[in-house]
């Protein structure tokens, strides 16, 4: 029973701190880059995982990619089976998410930030800055 209340304390401040990132800090996080040159990003947040030339010859994409595997602890209750309707069980598992996000950063030959965009299901930030 002590590792039932361990795990759900567990799983409550996973929860608690994940309500503090949105997708709308992510939003306000990255259009302040916009106009600011990318080697300061870089200088930042890191070299990009890939980049590529876009077919007009004049931007350049910068690409960053995140994956994480996610498990949370789940919990599930059972009643009936071989020993007749009265026999009740719990089982404890996990739930597995893939959580993902790709940045794309464009940049113009001046190395300035002209827009970005993102897609996967974990686009999030903690601090709109």
């Known amino acids: 029973m002590k590792t039932f209340y361990k795990t759900a304390i567990a799983a409550v401040v996973i929860l608690l701190l994940n ?16 106009g600011k040159d990318i080697n300061t990003f ?3 947040v890191g070299y990009p995982d890939r980049t590529y030339t876009l077919p007009n010859n004049k931007h350049t994409v910068y690409v960053y990619e995140e994956s994480r595997i996610q ?11 071989f020993y007749g309707p009265y026999y009740g069980g719990m089982s404890y598992g996990s ?5 993902t996000c790709k940045l794309f950063l ?3 030959k001046y190395h300035k930030i002209i827009r970005w ?11 709109p800055y």
């Open 106 to 108: 464009e940049v113009n």
């Open 42 to 44: 870089i200088s930042r």
């Open 19 to 34: 309500a503090c990132a949105s997708h709308e800090n992510f939003v306000h996080k990255y259009n302040s880059w916009v």
């Open 117 to 127: 965009s993102s897609r996967g299901n974990n686009c999030v930030a903690s601090q």
């Open 71 to 81: 498990s949370y602890p789940s919990m599930s209750i059972g009643y009936g089976g």
């Open 95 to 99: 739930d597995i998410e893939q959580q």
